[in-house]
């Protein structure tokens, strides 16, 4: 079974709209923790936002949050007020088990438009 | 600083040569990580570093080897690679292995000509 599903591979929003990226999870361990990382064309990794699996608030930094479900498996990215330089590729990650093991979504692909 | 660097940005070899990527970060990390990344794929991870020991492998072909030479450096040696391996190379470092985040370099794109 996946680890983590993003079941958008595209995306389209309007500049200065928010839009939200899904994202589920499936794990068995009670200690894990969410990331979303942007990588834009020029191929870096950035790092965006932070959730872990014992947080009782959502994670929030800056334009970002993390819309976090435990109960659902679900921890979708929100990006308020989209800008041009959002256009990127956007990864959900986990880490989970005792090995730390890290594994990464397929990504979704938002297209910001003027 | 949160700055990984990755040399070179591009390289392009051939199946016979020997080459090495270069990872350096100066953020005091002690975890360091190797992937590779197709195109329009998620990263794929290839090493663990947790304090300069490998501490994961995840079943690499042996023409990649990693080296971590300290604390602050992790090299990935190649030598005699196939095409398929074309890829961009990402290095990443965190606090430490665990729940802590992944900071990423810039990549090297690699063509095995």
């Known amino acids: 079974a996946q680890k983590i599903t993003q079941t958008q591979p595209g995306m389209f929003v309007q500049e200065k709209e928010a839009v939200t990226l899904d994202c589920t999870y499936d794990t068995s361990d009670p200690s894990y923790g969410l990331f979303w990382y942007k990588q834009p064309s020029s191929g870096e990794m950035i790092f965006l936002i932070y959730q872990g699996s014992y947080d009782q608030q959502n994670a929030t930094e800056g334009r970002y949050s993390l819309n976090f479900q435990k109960a659902r498996k679900s921890a979708n990215l929100v990006i308020s007020a989209s800008q041009l330089g959002d256009s990127a590729m956007y990864f959900c990650a986990m880490r989970e088990g005792p090995g730390n093991q890290f594994y990464f979504g397929t990504g979704t692909s938002l297209t910001v438009i003027p | 600083d949160t700055e990984v660097t990755q040399t070179p940005k591009h390289l392009v070899m051939g199946m016979t040569n020997k080459k090495s990527l270069k990872c350096e970060q100066h953020m005091g990390h002690r975890a360091m990580y190797w992937y590779k990344q197709k195109a329009k794929k998620p990263p794929e991870l290839m090493f663990v570093?947790?304090?300069?020991?490998?501490?994961i492998n995840e079943s690499v072909p042996s023409r990649f080897s990693p080296e971590c030479p300290n604390s602050s450096l992790l090299n990935l040696h190649l030598h005699a690679l196939q095409p398929e391996d074309s890829a961009l190379y990402l290095c990443?470092?965190?606090?430490?292995?665990?729940?802590?985040?992944?900071?990423f370099g810039p990549g090297t794109r690699l063509t095995v000509t």
């Open positions: 570093y947790s304090y300069e020991k490998l501490s």
């Open positions: 990443a470092s965190s606090q430490a292995v665990g729940t802590y985040e992944q900071y």
